[in-house]
């Protein structure tokens, strides 16, 4: 058993570290600021957190994992501990996950940036004044994002066959109405990404949807405009099925 001495030395050595992790961080850049962020979580007196309140802060929404707070001309995203599967929120919280998550989805929307997106920065010291006194709660687990139309569709891109697309393909022999080769098996590397709709749902399992099916719920341009971006960023071909049958979500149909 480690005595209580120990750990008092463990702890100082990690604070020595963060301290020199953000000296580094402030001379090199934005990318050593992030494992700066995840440094300050890992601190072992930060105990996990399954619910996150910011008293003073409005708070617009609890998602599964997220929480979303309203700060005017922006939103506050956090990463909670919990861990949701299979749509089920579990009783028991990982410790540092929502971190780790929070991390990964920053490194992805700095390093896609030739598709627009919402986030602005997961940089605590950034962050505003009115948040500066919960950086135990929020450095490392958060990040501020630009207020936006979300769309009611799930946008996902598979490159593998995989989960739900797997038994679709089983099957239908297809994907969200994509045509794909005969004899593929389960995890499968397809000929190119493919855009694969599905319902985004606030409880419930989410539904593959086939692009008539998103036309219908976003409108017609909209869905071309996402299965073009992906067909273009990886130069595949059209799909067998075209969308210029897709009909427009206002029709009616």
């Known amino acids: 058993m480690q005595n209580p001495r120990s750990r008092s030395n463990d ?3 990690h604070h020595n570290n963060c301290r020199a992790a953000v000296s580094a961080a402030k001379r090199r850049g934005k990318r050593e600021r992030l494992l700066y962020n995840l440094c300050h979580v890992y601190d072992p007196r930060v105990q996990t957190q399954s619910k996150i309140e910011l008293p003073g802060i409005k708070k617009l929404r609890s998602g599964k994992v997220r929480e979303v707070f309203d700060l005017g001309d922006t939103l506050l995203f956090v990463v909670s501990d919990r861990l949701s599967a299979f749509d089920v929120i579990l009783p028991d919280p990982i410790p540092y996950k929502g971190a780790v998550l929070n991390q990964i989805s ?36 958060s990040m501020l994002v630009k207020k936006t139309e979300p769309l009611s569709i ?29 004899g593929l098996q389960l995890a499968s590397k397809l000929p190119g990404p493919i855009f694969t709709p599905s319902t985004k749902s606030d409880v419930g399992h989410d539904l593959n949807i086939d692009l008539d099916q998103a036309g219908r719920m976003i409108g017609a341009e909209l869905t071309e405009l996402a299965s073009n971006f992906i067909r273009r960023e990886a130069n595949t071909p059209p799909p067998a099925e075209s969308l210029s049958r897709t009909p427009n979500s206002n029709s009616g149909d």
Do not use: M
């Open 154 to 182: 799930e946008c996902v891109v598979r490159g593998y066959l995989a989960g739900s697309g797997w038994k679709d393909y089983q099957q239908t022999g297809a994907v969200c109405g994509v045509k794909l080769p005969e």
């Open 106 to 141: 920053a490194f992805w929307f700095q390093k896609l940036d030739f598709a627009k997106n919402h986030f602005i920065t997961a940089d605590f010291e950034q962050f505003p004044q009115s948040l500066r006194g919960f950086r135990d709660q929020l450095a490392g687990r």
């Open 11 to 13: 702890n100082s050595s």
